[in-house]
């Protein structure tokens, strides 16, 4: 491939005269000359650069490092069309902004990274940023703490071609994210997680939709105790196809029912720990188009408020539900999203009790139901398992997890679902690695997967599901309950250690004091 023909006066010469004409003396020559042409053969000379750039472009970023070096071209070729680059974002990395960027100047989707224990880059490093990559498409700032409003208005005036912005633990606040959205026409999705600038009570500027109000499509909050903030973003995102609201604190009812009192284009809704009852859920239910639902440890959440869900979001494929062990989601609301949900693909049950007449239901109206998740569930056992095997005709992928199931339920599955690619079973006491594998023997094609030797000893709870948060109460954070939390945290952490130096500890002294008794 691309290989070059030989030298000059190295080839092929008719004639026995010229061609054994002083033997010796050619011969030495010839043999240092072709050593010579095989070191500097290039193989790639003949591979066009766009050929080479989409090599180039399949390498992990190692390997990618690495062929830079090469060669001139390669490194050419190397740098203008490395469009993404992921950069640490501590301090030291400004002074060599400047030839980094003249080096890959062709960059449209940049991560900044900076970790808790270092000094990340500041307004003046994202202002040069921003100036020497105007095109942009893509950026992402994770713990870059000296980035104040100031730096964000810069990146705004700068990069108008931005289409997906993320941000987490950073120290800027709403006139930073106000100064991108009214400068981003463009963009389609934002992330904000742990964005402390906020962390002002209610006092906080609001949000605004800004010049992104047509364009902006998902929007994503996490770990926020003032996101409320962002209620004219989400309103007035009138193109608003997928929200994620994860563990934030404040009263979620009247946002939600403020964003459905018109007409809405939400196909895709995630809510996890928030502090939610059945009229939120009332009001998502006035979201036609709604497909993906997720509803994760919302306490004050009932069968009352899926049913509204069900009955009204007919086009619904993918449901998770955490009901946290509350007892508050039951059969009632299953039977209501079976009886109302024909396009089900795909269900996830944790912290749920139901039995077999809302999983009859479902097998019997879900004809479409390929992947299913039972886990944490103090009803569901043999007889439950055996009706999923014997009537989830589609079924491809299902997975049990701290269920009361034996292996009489699991031997169901030799025969039942012919559509069955994979079974995963975890924390089930009653299921031993016996009957795995013959499972395995009987449906060859068939991919089991068993935790047979790290089942605890109890039947999975709540805890098992639980994250490392604080808890979210029914009333707004104070300042007071917002410093608690960490200290709390930090507080179990160091009795941690503290266990395990003392552990240490004993164990040296014991060695230490066999040691001295040895003769």
């Known amino acids: 491939m691309g290989q070059a023909p030989s030298t000059h006066g190295h080839g092929y010469s008719p004639g026995a005269s010229n061609r054994f004409h002083d033997h010796h003396h050619h011969h030495h020559h010839l043999c240092d000359s072709s050593n010579s042409d095989f070191h500097l053969l290039d193989h790639t000379a003949e591979i066009p650069d766009e050929c080479l750039a989409l090599i180039f472009q399949s390498l992990p970023s190692a390997d990618r490092n690495s062929c830079s070096l090469v060669s001139r071209r390669w490194l050419s070729v190397d740098s203008q069309s490395r469009h993404r680059l992921a950069l640490n974002a501590s301090s030291s990395l400004s002074p060599d902004l400047p030839s980094l960027l003249s080096r890959f100047d062709s960059v449209t989707k940049l991560a900044l990274r900076c970790d808790r224990k270092s000094v990340s880059i500041d307004d003046d490093a994202l202002s040069l940023i921003s100036l020497r990559c105007p095109n942009l498409s893509r950026l992402k700032l994770r713990g870059c703490r000296e980035i104040s409003d100031v730096g964000m208005l810069a990146l705004a005036s700068n990069c108008k071609s931005l289409r997906k912005f993320s941000c987490g633990s950073c120290m800027f606040g709403a006139k930073g994210i106000n100064a991108l959205l009214d400068n981003s026409s463009s963009l389609e999705e934002l992330s904000v997680k742990r964005l402390r600038g906020i962390n002002d009570g209610f006092a906080a500027e609001p949000i605004g939709p800004g010049a992104a109000a047509a364009s902006i499509k998902s929007i994503t909050l996490k770990e926020l105790y003032n996101g409320q903030c962002f209620a004219p973003l989400i309103v007035g995102s009138k193109n608003l196809k997928t929200l994620k609201i994860l563990r934030c604190l404040g009263d979620w009812d009247r946002l939600l029912e403020s964003i459905t009192l018109g007409k809405n284009c939400l196909s895709e809704i995630h809510l996890e720990r928030l502090q939610l009852s059945d009229f939120g859920l009332i009001a998502i239910s006035k979201c036609p188009n709604l497909e993906i639902f997720h509803l994760v440890k919302a306490p004050d959440c009932s069968n009352l408020g899926i049913l509204a869900i069900a009955e009204n979001c007919r086009v619904l494929r993918k449901v998770h539900i955490d009901g946290w062990r509350t007892n508050r989601i039951g059969d009632e609301g299953l039977l209501g999203i079976a009886k109302n949900s024909a396009n089900l693909v795909e269900l996830v049950l944790i912290g749920v009790n139901l039995s077999s007449a809302s999983l009859t239901a479902m097998a019997m109206n879900c004809q479409k139901l390929e992947r299913l998740a039972l886990c944490g569930s103090e009803t569901i056992g043999d ?41 995963k079973v975890k924390k089930c006491r009653g299921v031993t690695a016996e009957v795995a594998d013959w499972l395995r023997a009987r449906r060859v094609t068939l991919s089991v997967s068993l935790d047979a030797d790290e089942v605890e000893p109890e039947a999975a709870t709540a ?10 109460g029914h009333a707004p954070p104070t300042t007071s309950n917002a410093a608690a939390a960490p200290r709390l945290q930090n507080k179990s952490r160091l009795s941690l250690l503290a266990g395990r130096a003392l552990v240490a500890c004993s164990f040296r002294r014991l060695s230490n004091a066999n040691t001295s008794s040895n003769p």
């Open 463 to 472: 805890t098992d599901y639980s994250l490392d948060l604080p808890p979210i």
């Open 383 to 423: 007889d439950e398992i055996t009706c999923v095997a014997a009537k989830c005709v589609a079924l491809k992928k299902l997975c049990i997890k701290g269920c009361r199931v034996t292996d009489s339920g699991i031997e169901a599955f030799a025969f039942g679902c012919p559509n069955l690619v994979k079974i």
